[in-house]
């Protein structure tokens, strides 16, 4: 992230991929047009993102700050397109859980 309100990648990433898969990493509002940011950057054109994201109810004096699928569906929306899915979770801190899997398939170039 290069600290401007651009919200793009500080610099063309090493590695690009054509699959990439994240579980749990959608917390604060004002991360997420970072992470969609990095997860395009990261794609090949043409390849397939993958971001579980737990179906959590926020309370307490941050859970305005807190980000939902939702966010994340929005802020991956210029890079292509966007689907997501519900689904209950099946290992570790999701096991029984509501989740929703939101897939970004990335625009070619």
Do not use: M, N
């Not at 993102?49 to 991956?76: K, N, Y």
Request: glycine letters at 10%.
């Amino acid at each position: 992230w290069t600290g401007t309100t651009s919200w793009q990648p500080a610099a063309t990433p090493s590695e690009r991929f054509h699959r990439l898969v994240a579980a749990d990493v959608v917390y604060y509002l004002s991360d997420v047009p970072a992470l969609a940011a990095a997860i395009a950057a990261h794609l090949l054109p043409g390849g397939r993102g993958f971001v579980l994201v737990q179906c959590r109810q926020w309370t307490g004096a941050l859970a305005g700050e807190r980000a939902s699928a939702e966010d994340l569906v929005a802020a991956l929306a210029p890079f292509g397109e966007v689907r997501s899915f519900d689904l209950i979770g099946h290992c570790g801190s999701t096991e029984g859980k509501p989740v929703r899997l939101v897939e970004l398939l990335r625009q070619e170039s």
